[in-house]
């Protein structure tokens, strides 16, 4: 990753109105191959990444991009009714959840991933929603987001086909963050 002269990473999260393009969709799903490869995100590398990263429930989604390249991605999705974590969720403001939170390998470590989280988050808030999120409770993303003081809701176990159950840790977003500038 490249960085400015002063050793910061020049990270670029598009605001509200430049999210995530349909001519992104090539660049995402090859930094998702890269990310299920290195670290096995998303569990099981789905047929049809493109669709895969936009759900019928997807209200937007963003990438992070460096020099027109991307190196990561963001969704924010409306609460269905599988949700774990917004089925958790006991607040006042009815839940968003964040989803499809990935960064290419050789960009961990320089807030990319912090910073799509609070654009994600933001955005939630700025339609009166609380974010929630569910992450796989072996996956070592949970400590990223206990660090980033996420709440722990509660764990849930996921029907992931007909064979297989997948125990998940839920989250939500901690009070008072902030809202988006976009």
Not at 18 to 32: F, I, K, N, T
């Amino acid at each position: 990753m490249t960085t400015d002269p002063a050793g910061a990473p020049r990270v670029r999260v598009r605001p509200l109105v430049r999210s995530r393009l349909p001519a992104d969709l090539d660049g995402c799903v090859a930094v998702l191959a890269l990310v299920h490869t290195h670290s096995g995100y998303p569990v099981d590398l789905p047929e049809r990444p493109a669709a895969w990263l936009t759900p019928a429930a997807l209200l937007t989604a963003w990438v992070a991009e460096l020099d027109g390249q991307i190196f990561g991605h963001v969704g924010l999705c409306g609460a269905g009714k599988g949700d774990a974590a917004a089925s958790l969720w006991d607040g006042r403001a009815a839940p968003a959840v964040i989803s499809r939170l990935y960064v290419s390998p050789g960009a961990r470590g320089h807030g990319v991933g912090a910073a799509l989280l609070a654009r994600a988050a933001g955005a939630a808030r700025a339609r009166d929603l609380h974010p929630v999120l569910d992450v796989v409770a072996t996956d070592p993303a949970v400590s990223f987001y206990e660090r980033l003081g996420w709440r722990l809701l509660g764990t849930a176990d996921q029907r992931w086909g007909p064979t297989r159950t997948v125990s998940v840790r839920c989250y939500a977003a901690p009070d008072g963050a902030t809202r988006a500038t976009d």
